[in-house]
């Protein structure tokens, strides 16, 4: 089981893997206020798993941290990213609209300059009577 500072952010991200295989949390230099990288090793391949939280009331410096987060983990891995999380943005991924706020505009382009893609394409978050959403 591998947690961020739970002393620092208390809702907290956690990440369980299998304890057969080979992995460590790595620690990078970044500003973005919830986040966790794992890497797992197996005998052919290194794959970098990223779980990231951004709050809908994060502030434009941590909205920033998140896109260079993001930008620096796929330079760095390229080809073995996981990236996921809830960023609590309001983007419709089912069809072309362009969202109207700048922090979700930003982190379209960040996607786009890295050629990652939303894979969600169901509601994965309902609760009671709240309209089903798809976290980004």
Known sequence: MY???????PRGIIVYVDCRLKSKQLFLNFKAVEHLIIEIQSKYA????????????STEENNKAVNDLITDLYSRHRGYNIIVGDFSHHIDWSNDIKPTDRSSQQFIKTMQDNFLSQHITHPTRVRGQNEPHILD
């Not at 290194?46 to 009331?57: E, Q």
């Open 46 to 57: 290194r794959l970098v798993l990223t779980a990231i939280y951004r709050s809908p009331s």
């Open 3 to 9: 947690q961020n500072d739970f002393e620092k952010f």
